[in-house]
């Protein structure tokens, strides 16, 4: 329950790293606002089902338009409401089971398309909100409610299959680096194409990592995190595989490739070479 | 010998012999010529091959069926005419190719060897004229109007063709001559005073939407619906415009309800399996009251079913397609000219109400060829959803009733939520919500009453009354019963949910209510004894449209039946 919308009852855990990802997309939308002065109700978030589908009703500021429809298909409403009109900023909100799941087989047609939206994953490696199941970036052989014997498939790298599938722009991120992340989701915003930044975003009920991801010298753990090097050609898409491909949690950029056109100038570049009908026309192509 | 006012031929052979072009042809020439016509395709689910028949029927009034039985049978293989002489009328004629096989001389059967004479003109493709030229001889028709749809047709290919045509169409028609089978002539045509176009159900629909101002359409490639797809992808574009072939019909389905909530008029159209992938997406649109427009064109059977046979069994899918409370707008066309009137009508809906409106179409009038009277663009009424146009803080569903819609981009940022929700959009599970939000869903239908309706005979107790496709089968029917002194009434309307309330009234009333219906389960009749109509089927599920003449015997059996129970009638 917030002040803004009082019947409203869902509250994410304590600590849950959506928290983080909600102040990121807040300050990157806020940003966007201010460097471009477009106003707010030019940005539309079309969020999944889930945790952090959420994000849409716990957004504070100034409200974007939102869509919040259905389990797996954040994607394909994104293209409607951005073909529909091209001039709108769409941002895809999405866990890791809504997006990489039940919505799998929408990510590579899009980045064929290179559709211009951001998406912002919030991976945590379960189904938090239906108490803990296992999703597919969780690793084999871990335990949850619905793996009690251990998950028998392998865990997703969902980098090296964006970077796979087509993805013009991939970023990975942890929740809990707001200022990097908020960052990441600008650029991602600003990628004129199909980008997508991927986030550590750990659920405290079910999957705590953040000892993992950030490490804990004195108990001898490792961080998985480690900073993408300055040295990285983010257009190289070899280097971006090999960073994929080098496991823990690389930070930052991984692949920017502007040089594809996105969709909707695909769809301009197409109507050019079509010889359009009046509708007067149209009928009487069909005159007997 | 008499003149005829009808005339029906069926192409028979296996699919990818061209001879469906024949009867389409055939079709477009007479109706040149200012007759009425009507075509008929049936064809298994492959690319070439297969059983496949196509029959036109010639008239000097408007066509409402295909024709019973046939008047010319052409053949082009002996499985095609065991399979199909029985249907040959007594005097009819059935053509076979001489020299791809050989019939006993039954006094019924003409054999030409459309093949040979064909490549003899020069164009190895001019058997189909042939053939066209021989039923012109049967019928006397004149040979110039056949010249005229050859010259017309075929200018674009070049002179030779045309020549070449020309030679085969009086070739086949000197085949009749020698043959001395007649038919009779075909009294002149009544050329109607209206301008004409022939086209199919589903170019008809794409033309209404076009006229109605569609700006997004996606699709995904199904039989009977694929066709809408690429009307849409070849004219749906410029500025502003949208065509595309999606990656599945759930992505059709959740795309379009995108552009519509972005501000568009959008549609997908789709055919049974398809329309239950969409089943999710439409309860969305519903919950979220994003107008949408699916046009579902039905083929016979659940699951794969019959890709490429026309049934009626999707209705009571398209009224409630998805979970939960939902009753969908459905209109469902009987004719081709309906077709076009249908989808103008589905967009003016979806947009007055704000949400998902059923174009239920079914195969046998997307294939169907039809004259009919070319739409009149400046009388159509063109409706535009109401937009928000306040400021920030709107609360779009508050309210038991239809509100002003924003569109992203302008203020009025809310939450198109598929969760239920508060007026803003967001998330809420309180019960006096549920109740207001589902009241207020329904009470919108309320807006769609101004369906209008056909009825004749009104006075009688007992009625007839089909839906869709078979309005036309049923007419005649209906005619041919009022003719001969059956007391029973008519009743027809595409507007199926919500029915007009006149209508409903009407047939509340009688007796009885007969349903002609091409489905097991007797659907929409059993709709109709749900809002307490006395209404019973008359099913049929072959994945053939009723003929005429079945419908005549089976409605004086069910009124004869009803009579010895006591029933007025």
Redesign the interface.
């Known amino acids: 329950m917030t002040d ?2 009082p ?4 509250k994410w855990c304590p600590g849950c790293g959506d928290f983080g990802v909600r102040r990121a997309l807040e300050q990157a939308v806020e940003r966007r606002m201010v460097e471009t002065e477009i ?4 940005t ?1 978030v ?1 969020a999944g ?1 889930g945790c952090s589908g ?1 994000m ?2 716990l957004l504070e500021g100034p ?8 389990h797996g ?1 954040t994607l ?10 091209p ?2 900023n769409v941002v895809v909100v999405a866990g890791d089971g809504d997006f990489l799941s039940i919505g799998m ?2 990510i590579a ?1 899009q980045a064929q398309r290179n559709l211009n939206v951001a998406c912002v994953i919030m991976d945590n490696a379960v189904y938090g909100l239906t108490k803990g199941q296992s999703s597919p970036t969780a690793e084999y052989g871990m335990v949850t409610s619905s793996t009690p014997y251990g998950k028998p498939e392998d865990g997703l790298n969902a980098l090296r299959m964006y970077l796979t599938s087509g993805v013009s722009f991939v970023a990975s991120a942890i929740s809990s680096k707001i200022k990097d992340l908020s960052g990441l989701i600008y650029e991602a915003m600003e990628h004129p194409g199909f980008a997508v930044v991927h986030v550590q975003s750990p659920c405290t009920t079910y999957h705590n990592t953040y000892e993992q991801l950030k490490g804990n010298a004195r108990k001898g753990i490792a961080p998985l995190a480690w900073d993408i090097p300055d040295d990285h050609d983010p257009e190289d898409l070899g280097a971006a595989f090999e960073i994929a491909n080098s496991g823990g949690v690389p930070l930052g950029v991984l692949l920017r490739d502007e040089g594809r056109a996105p969709f909707e100038a695909r ?1 301009e570049e ?2 050019r070479s ?1 010889k ?2 009046t ?2 026309q ?2 009487e192509s ?3 | 010998m008499e003149k005829k006012n009808d005339f029906v031929v069926r192409f028979a052979g296996e699919g990818g012999q061209g001879f469906l072009t024949a009867a389409v042809g055939f079709a ?1 020439a007479n ?2 010529a200012g007759y009425h016509t009507q075509t008929f395709a049936t064809f298994p689910s492959q690319i070439m091959g297969g059983p496949t028949w196509m029959q036109a029927r010639i008239s000097t009034s408007p066509v409402l069926s295909r024709g019973d039985d046939l008047d010319v049978l052409v053949t082009f293989n002996r499985e095609n005419y065991d399979l199909h002489k029985d249907e040959v009328k007594d005097g009819g004629v059935i053509i076979y190719d001489s020299e791809a096989f050989q019939l006993e001389d039954d006094s019924k059967s003409l054999g030409v060897p459309f093949d040979r004479l064909g490549k003899s003109t020069g164009n190895p493709r001019a058997a189909n004229m042939v053939v066209m030229g021989t039923l012109a001889g049967l019928v006397d028709m004149p040979q110039e109007t056949l010249q005229e749809f050859n010259r017309k047709r075929f200018s674009r290919y070049g002179d030779k063709v045309v020549q070449a045509n020309g030679k085969a169409l009086d070739l086949g028609r000197e085949a009749a001559k020698a043959s001395g089978f007649r038919l009779g002539q075909l009294n002149d045509p009544v050329r109607p005073e209206y ?5 199919n159900g589903n ?1 008809a629909i794409c ?1 209404g939407a ?2 109605v101002g569609v ?2 359409f ?1 699709g995904y490639p199904i039989s009977p619906a694929t066709t809408i797809l690429v009307w849409m992808e070849n ?1 749906l ?3 502003g ?2 065509a ?1 072939q ?3 019909e ?3 389905i ?11 008029k ?1 549609m997908t159209a789709t055919a049974g399996p398809g329309f239950s992938l969409m089943s ?2 439409i309860g ?1 649109a519903w919950m ?1 009251e994003i107008p949408v427009v699916i046009a579902a064109v039905q083929r016979g059977g659940p699951a794969t079913g019959l890709p490429t046979k026309t049934e009626q069994s999707d209705l009571l899918m398209a009224l409630n397609p998805a979970h939960g409370d939902v009753r969908l707008p459905v209109i469902a066309p009987g004719t081709v000219e309906e077709c076009f009137y249908a989808a103008v009508q589905a967009f003016n809906w979806a947009e007055r109400y704000q949400g998902p409106v059923i174009l239920l179409s079914e195969h046998a009038l997307s294939e169907r060829q039809q ?1 009919i009277r ?2 009149d ?1 400046s009388s159509l009424t063109v409706e535009n959803r109401r937009v928000y146009t306040g400021g ?1 803080g709107y609360q779009r569903y508050d309210g038991f009733e239809l509100s002003p819609m ?1 569109i ?12 239920e929700h ?1 007026g ?7 019960p006096q ?1 549920h109740i207001q939000m589902t009241e207020r869903r329904f009470s919108k239908l309320k807006l769609l009453e101004d369906g209008v309706y056909e009825s004749d005979g009104t006075d009688s107790a007992v009625a007839l009354m089909p839906w869709g496709g078979s309005k036309g089968p049923a007419f005649d029917a209906y005619r041919q019963l009022a003719q001969s002194g059956v007391d029973i009434g008519w009743y027809y309307t595409m507007y199926l949910n919500p029915l007009p309330p006149a209508l409903l009234e009407e047939l509340r009333a009688k007796e009885l209510v007969l349903v002609p219906e091409l489905n097991y389960l007797g659907q929409f009749s059993s709709v109709l004894r749900s809002l307490g109509v006395r209404a019973e089927s008359i099913t049929q599920y072959t994945g053939l449209p009723f003929k005429v003449g079945d419908l005549v015997r089976i409605v004086s059996e069910r009124i004869g039946v009803r009579k010895g129970e006591g029933v007025a009638v």
Request: charged share 15%.
């Open positions: 803004k919308n019947e409203y009852d869902f106003p707010i109700e030019n539309v079309v089902i959420n849409v009703h409200q974007p338009y939102g869509f919040h429809g259905l298909r394909p409403v994104s293209m409607g409401v951005k073909m529909g009109n001039d709108l087989e929408h047609p769809i197409m109507a079509a359009s009908k509708l007067e149209m009928v069909y005159a007997v | 477009t109706n040149q301008d004409q176009i022939m086209l170019d033309l076009a006229a700006e997004f996606i004219n574009v410029g500025s415009k949208f595309y999606a990656s599945s759930i992505e059709s959740t795309s379009a309800i995108g552009a519509g909530y972005a501000g568009k959008a999710e997406g969305l979220a004259n070319k739409p663009l920030n924003p992203p981009g302008t203020p009025g940022s809310y939450v198109a939520n598929a969760s508060d803003m959009g967001d998330t809420t599970h309180l919500r």
